[in-house]
């Protein structure tokens, strides 16, 4: 399909340097279609999914219909869940970044709804609701539908699927009937074939080829592992690559805990996504995830229904998906604006066959790949960091830099300049990787780890970024002034993880996970550090906490003991 650029599109100068600033200049294939076609006034059907751009290709027409001066109500999107609901709210608030005076307002349950009422009453023009609360405002007259010219409704099959067809039926019903009705939908099964016969007039189709719903700037690859062993597979796949935000996806939430908690132990930033959490856990955990505070989320399926983050630079499946629709979901994730992505599967057993399911589903490649040794790790690190000196020797004047190193090191302290990169080279990668180099060394594999994942011949930890011995921790702080020691009078003989104590505090008392010191867990009980300007924040945030169950009790340690 030709190109099509955002000036091409006779669109709002306001608009479009909104998009302008959002970094966006040709238009994706939805895009492209459907914002002419919305212009017109006329009816559409999108068959697109999540990561095509579909947010813009009904906000961007949206906008150009909404009379500022007008404090009605005069449009309605409706979402799945709450989380689409807010980020489609979110980017339609870029989009009208320039265009004073309109009001878009996210409506979703668990939300205090006096809030919302107070919102809508303040003169809101477009509203973005999951059908079970805007159906509650219907019916309170607080929505009143007047005025509203344009209702979206934003994966309608996944409404579907969650049981919202009659409340979209009975929204739809009541709303004026001269009025555009827009509808986005990854599927079209008979129901929402059904819903587009009756509440829209001469619809036009329009559609994303199937090629393009598999995703193809994402580099797909599997790993056959052992049930013990992905944890381990999954870390050096997140040190090899070294991916700055990254979604792993489990078939249920007890995986997700359970991988949040492992992965929290070894020293990564990782959170997770899943139903049993409150909305203020779940925003606390997407925000941080947006700003990247935390690096990977952890999450289910239905979960990570509207997660839309366009900086994941990789998707790891660390539990195949049942349903092969889902596969292309969860990749979609990564590879987005333009950007390559990078997939993973950690395969086990008889699981091999369901990927060669999901490849003739996808009309896709998934490549096998072998495990990375250890020493292919740390030899990539090496390499990566070669990269970045090469970068910076071409695109930089390093006159100053050499004329100090000639002087101070080379003429003063009689070395070698090859001495000094060879020195820089082991300082940067750290001296758990001193030996990186050594070429001859047979590289460690997942069979040298002994059960408590030390090389079984060298007697090192498995690593993990922020990995001590004996402690756990994301910076060493130790001793440093601005920490305060917290006592928790649980330990390791009540079933109790770092990982637990780290989420119960960054959790309870909003406060980032690295921000979190040093956690030093024994028999019956545990020590914390934590910033001390946070320190009786977090203590009042802990009063009646539980963890795992249990009831615990914190105070300020005396000290370096109890």
Known sequence: METVRFDELQ????????????GFEAASPIQAQAIPVQMEGRDVVGQAQ??????????????????PDSKKLQAIALCP????????????RRLAKYMHGIKVLPIYGGQDIVRQIRGLKDGTQIVIGTPGRV???????????????????????????????EDMETILSQLPEERQTVMFSATMPVEIQNIARRFQKEPVMVK???KELTVPKVTQYYYEVKPKTKVEVMCRLLDMYAPKLSVAFCNTKKQVDELVQDLQGRGYFA?????????????????????GTTEILVATDVAARGIDVDNVEAVFNYDIPQDDEYYVHRIGRTGRAGKDGIAFSLVVGKEVYKL??????????????????????????????????????????LTKTVNFIEKKILEEEECTSLDVAAALLKLAMGEENEDVIDCSRPARSLDDLDRYGRDSRTGRGKGGRGSRDGRYGRYDREDREDMARLFVNIGKNQNIRPGDVLGAVAGESGISGKMVGSIDMYDNYTFVEVPREYAD???????????????????KANGRGR
């Open 356 to 397: 060669r399911d999901i490849q003739r589903y996808c009309k896709t490649k998934i490549i096998p790949q072998a495990i990375p040794s250890l020493d292919d790790i740390t030899a990539i690190k090496a390499e990566k960091i070669m990269e970045q000196v090469m970068e910076l020797i071409n695109e930089t004047d």
């Open 135 to 165: 159906m509650d405002h219907m019916r309170r007259k607080t929505i009143r539908c007047d005025h509203i010219h344009t209702v979206i409704m934003d994966e309608a099959d996944e409404m579907l699927n969650m049981g919202f067809l």
């Open 50 to 67: 999540t990561g095509t751009g579909k947010t813009a290709a009904f906000g961007i027409p949206l906008l150009q219909k909404i009379n």
């Open 81 to 92: 869940t709450r989380e689409l609901a807010i980020q489609v709210a979110e980017e339609i």
């Open 271 to 291: 959170e997770g996504l899943h139903g049993d959490l409150k909305q203020m856990q779940r925003d606390r955990v997407m925000s941080s995830f947006r700003n």
């Open 208 to 210: 994303v080829v199937k």
């Open 537 to 555: 924040a977090v203590l009042r945030a802990m009063k009646d906490v539980k963890i795992k169950g249990k009831n615990v009790h914190v105070e």
């Open 11 to 22: 669109l709002d100068e306001r608009i479009l340097r909104a998009v302008t600033d959002m």
